[in-house]
């Protein structure tokens, strides 16, 4: 079956810019997180859904990160007012339930900001 | 918070040779383990995980990990590499008695295997 699809793979933007970054899970997993990976680090925890809400935001760096999921299947993550800093990949994972699973990650969209 | 250590950044590795790649945890409570992959130009993809019961687990492709609560580790092991598991892994940690469902990553350990 179809794994996690994101999108764009890639975004070159601007610092200042806002962006919107797009996240396909798993048909079916009611779990979706989003994490960043800066070069030579793991992946780094920002957002938690649980179908429709998140149920835990506590990654998110400041208040220029949101992400929504309103209907419990597609998540967007947007970046406002974007800076250099704000450079990696993002990736995006789904997971099956409400219980800690195995997470499955999306290839990432590597976003930098000029 | 809790982090999580992989002290080996770079194994070089030849063929057949065995593999042991370190990964300690901070939390000193109750934990789901886990051993992610990433080949090159692809994503991540689990390799194994650990929840409960033995600390012994085996994963895909001939690979395995010991949970020893005491030392707060959960190594990664293959008796013997092949070329195609030149690739990045990464340890990941979930605190299992909070209720959160984040995992804690490692900063990877990228092995290269050689012919």
């Known amino acids: 079956g179809a794994g996690v699809s994101q999108t764009p793979s890639n975004k070159v933007t601007e610092k200042g810019k806002y962006v919107e970054l797009r996240c396909d899970p798993i048909s079916g997993h009611t779990a979706l997180y989003w994490y960043r990976q800066s070069l030579g680090q793991g992946p780094e925890f920002l957002i938690y859904f649980q179908g429709t809400g998140a149920a835990d935001d506590s990654g998110l760096p400041n208040d220029r990160f949101f992400a929504v999921r309103p209907e419990g299947s597609v998540s967007t993550l947007k970046i406002q007012r974007t800076e250099r800093g704000d450079s990696a990949v993002y990736l995006c994972?789904?997971?099956?339930?409400?219980?800690?699973?195995?997470?499955?990650f999306g290839p990432g969209t590597r976003l930098t900001v000029l | 918070a809790q982090s999580v250590s992989q002290h080996n950044h770079h194994v070089i590795l030849s063929e057949a040779a065995s593999l042991e790649l370190g990964c300690n945890y901070s939390?000193?409570?109750?934990?789901?383990l886990f051993w992610y992959v990433q080949y090159p130009g692809q994503h991540l993809q689990l390799l194994l995980k650990?929840?409960?019961?033995?600390?012994l687990v085996k994963g895909i492709k001939g690979f395995e990990a010991e949970f020893i609560k005491s030392k707060f580790s959960f190594n990664l092991r293959k008796p013997s590499v092949q070329w195609s598991d030149t690739a990045e892994y990464f340890c990941a940690v979930n605190v299992g008695d909070t209720g959160r469902r984040a995992l804690t990553f490692g900063s990877g350990t990228r092995l290269q295997v050689q012919p």
């Open positions: 939390y000193g409570g109750t934990v789901n």
């Open positions: 650990y929840f409960s019961g033995d600390p």
């Open positions: 994972a789904s997971s099956l339930g409400d219980r800690v699973n195995e997470q499955f």
